[in-house]
């Protein structure tokens, strides 16, 4: 017969920073958005470019087009590459080269213009057509980083060059590199990074009161929240539909309202305004446990205002924007974790247009000072989605970052970036660059509205960017764009109108239980009373069976968070089990 006792049990957490050892070449996450007097020398010693730093005169490379290419060195000893003589926006230096099919390449180089400022791509022209892997918006007198990336459909020969619209410009190049990794490198990647930034390894050891190991006990372990924030859209469907309700919080505890809380929903009549149905989903979420984003306040895309709007004058517009501004601000003040503040001004530009070019600045201005804590979001798409859009690349993104943040008054605004992230077919690696570009802003970064359009191959593709970036050491949280509708999501489904997972919802779950969110798991001591477990980061409850004990032992809380010390650290958590 086991003995009646009280025990305090405790728990040794002792984190664990032992190095990740691989074989794989390590991938450099780094960037720079200065224009510096000198570029850094090559990425992983320029890859597979002939006479990446240009030491070796000319060699390797040569004109393209109309222009004349020649071999300049700074005062600084720094060598380079000029193209001048453009008449022509492809018109510049070139390098041949061999691209293999499956391989993931990444790429950079660091650029100059001999005038102002001026857009600089770089372009990979296969058998298939040309590829752009990463643009800069290049100035003069000094060095701007391009950091981009492609993947090839097909194995063949290729020429890299540099192009610009601006042709009055000549086009400086130096330090270019191109580093292909295999796809089991590129995984090796995502493994060692979230590792690194989501995990904690930990070695935990039971024991009594006296310090007296507890072997073979049984630890069972639940995670309550996740530290990261993942999560999927929800519309006004929800609020009546317990199958929806049911899958829904199962699984996600941070949304986006689809429609709900935009204006042309808030005030279809001007001066009428209904919050209702965003009132019953926000308290429908808070009941929940779930966090929600704003969106949006104001939308640069002129198909979508509410229809009163378009013949106002721009002082009656302008009326109208603060009073939305601040009505739906001041409403749900502390209750939100985001606000979209200005959506798509990349691409759009009904505001800007109407009221000058600095009124975008104004309205994060207005913001912080109707809610100053929560984080103020630039939400815009196809900044990693597609290489192709000039209009919303990396540079561009932190272009309009710099601008609003340079409006006086705007020095310390609480602004992030929001990457809307809906996809075609990815290119997988100039998701990476980009991140890497963005990150070097030093701001939040979320994914926000995520999505991949239907093709056969959307569960793929979904589960390749969902790993991508959630892998990435500067994204902190994920939303995915698929509220559910009967007619049909906007989309992307993640499941049928029976709530049963599609392929793309499968994926969804499966990477979830990769991850550890909601993870649940027993694990037994050894002898010494140990046992070794890497937990994402998050809030757990832990419970101990063993054979002194007449039943479990009460569960109790901890919270595994990250920490930049390389030391062994012990963080005790203790559990009293009665009588």
Known sequence: MKMAMSLILM???????????????????????????????????????????????????????????????SVLGNKFIVARGRNQSFDGASQKIYLKKNMLYAFSAWIQVSQGKAPVTAIFKTTTGAQPAGGVVAESK??????????????????????SNNISVDIWVDSISLQPFTQKEWTSHQERSIQKIRNTNMRVQAVDAKGNPLPNATISISQKASGFPFGCAINKNILNNQAYQNWFTSRFKVT?????????????????????VADA?????????????????????????????????????????VRRLTSIMTRHKGKLIAWDVVNENLHFSFFESKLGATISAYFYKL??????????????????????????????????LREIKAFRGNGDLNIAIGL????GVPNIPYVRASLDTLAAAKVPIWITELDVQSNPNQA????????????????NGIVMWAAWKPEGCYRMCLTDNKFKNLPTGDVVDKLM?????????????????????????????????????????????FKVTSTSSSKQQSVPVVLQVPA
């Open 142 to 163: 000094c060095w701007s980083m391009l950091k981009g990336g492609l993947s090839v459909d097909e194995s063949g020969p290729a020429e890299l060059y540099f192009e």
């Open 11 to 73: 728990f040794l957490f002792t984190l664990l920073f032992k190095g990740f050892e691989a074989n794989a070449l390590t991938y450099d996450y780094s960037a720079s958005i200065e224009c510096l007097e000198n570029p850094w020398k090559p990425l992983y010693d320029g890859g597979i470019i002939v006479n990446p730093e240009l030491n070796l005169g000319l060699e390797g490379w040569h004109p393209i087009g109309n222009a004349k290419i020649e071999h300049k060195q």
């Open 513 to 557: 239980r990769e991850w550890g969110i909601n993870k649940a798991f027993e694990v037994s001591t050894d002898s010494e009373g140990f046992f070794e477990v890497s937990l994402p980061h998050g809030d757990y409850e832990a419970k101990i069976t063993h054979p002194t004990l007449f039943e479990s032992s009460p569960g109790h809380t």
């Open 367 to 400: 913001a912080r000072r109707l809610d100053p804590r929560t984080p103020l979001f630039l939400n815009e798409f196809n900044t990693i989605e597609d290489s192709r859009d000039g209009k919303s690349t990396p540079a561009k993104y932190l272009e309009k």
């Open 460 to 475: 793929q593709y979904l589960e390749q960017i969902l790993k991508e970036v959630h892998s990435h050491p500067a994204v």
């Open 256 to 276: 986006t309202f689809e429609d709900e809380m935009k204006w042309y929903s808030t005030e279809p009549s001007q001066g009428r305004e209904d919050y209702s």
């Open 420 to 423: 809307e992230s809906h996809f």
């Open 281 to 321: 989903m926000l308290n429908f979420a808070q009941q929940h446990g779930v966090a929600v984003r704003g969106h949006n306040v104001l939308w640069e895309d002129p198909q979508y205002q509410p229809g009163w709007i378009y013949n106002l004058s721009p002082s009656n517009l302008l009326n109208a924007a």
